[in-house]
């Protein structure tokens, strides 16, 4: 039935009202899949090669910046990076701030109860720091008892070394440049950390009257990998699905020898 005259400025009015509401929708679903594609990543300001702040750009670099980048182009996401420190990844995550973790994060049965991890990334251990002039041998952590030592805050090496009962003082840094820095000005004896990161350190002349000890057993070697919310199985799968590839194509192991890892 043809419309009347009278009803032809009804439907013109109702056209009016129904194509901001359409063009809203399509807008609103436009947003979504944009946001969908952008995978929000945490990294840490200063747990150099893997993540840091370039004070020159300003920016989050490192290994495993390169790595999530990496990860990222093979899912089809645009990644971004947001730094945090370390002990605050994990709460970031769990809120939703952040999709992954992108850090040197050891692969732990604690972290485990909070997070999903991916498959493993890259072997770690714990590294003893002194100064050249130290005078003692350090074969392991017994060597040190009764020193003031310290530990970077947030690691799995404070609780570890405050269980074994044998140390006076064990001082928490935010960073392990903070706690080198105290090893040189002779504030405590030893620092454990991270020994790829102090190696790092070590390498670059940052710190030149500091020594890893060089016969040092490692006591708590584990894996670093990637961080998912539990909930979020879609991400995990997808994740070490593109993680698997990278390893198999070599882009992992280049990444990982550009920064001298």
């Known amino acids: 039935m043809k419309p009347t005259s009278d009803s032809q400025p009804l439907l013109h009015f109702k056209k009016a009202m129904l194509l901001p509401a359409i063009l809203g929708a399509a807008l609103s679903l436009g947003a ?24 020159q750009t300003n920016e989050i670099t490192g290994a495993m910046v390169d790595l999530v980048n990496a990860l990222g182009e093979d899912m089809g996401y645009e990644v971004t990076v947001q730094e945090s420190q370390f ?9 939703g701030h952040i999709d992954i973790i992108s850090a040197a994060m050891l ?8 997070v999903a991890f991916s498959d493993d990334v890259y072997p770690y251990g714990e590294g003893v720091v002194t100064r050249q002039d130290y005078d003692g041998k350090i074969n392991t952590l017994e060597d040190l008892s009764g020193e003031v030592i310290g530990a970077q805050v947030g690691t799995t ?33 030893a620092g454990v950390g991270d020994a ?5 350190h070590l390498s670059q002349d940052r710190f030149p009257e500091l020594q890893l000890a060089d016969n040092y ?18 991400l995990l799968k997808q994740v ?10 070599g882009t992992l ?4 020898e550009e920064w001298g890892l």
């Open 32 to 55: 979504t899949a944009n946001a969908q594609e952008v995978l929000k990543a945490g990294g840490t300001p200063s747990g150099i090669p893997f993540t840091f702040l370039d004070v």
């Open 87 to 95: 002990n605050a990844l994990i709460p970031s995550l769990t809120a």
């Open 107 to 114: 692969k732990t049965e604690e972290r485990a109860k909070q």
């Open 157 to 189: 090496y404070v609780e570890q070394l405050n269980n074994m009962g044998i140390f006076p003082e064990i001082r928490n840094y935010d960073s392990l440049a903070d706690m080198m820095r105290d090893i040189s000005l002779g504030r405590i004896v």
């Open 196 to 200: 790829p990161i102090m190696s790092y």
């Open 217 to 234: 057993e490692q006591q708590m070697v584990g894996h670093i990998g990637f961080a998912v919310d539990q909930e979020n199985t879609e």
């Open 240 to 249: 070490n699905t593109s993680l698997a590839q990278l390893k198999e194509n």
């Open 253 to 256: 192991d280049a990444i990982f």
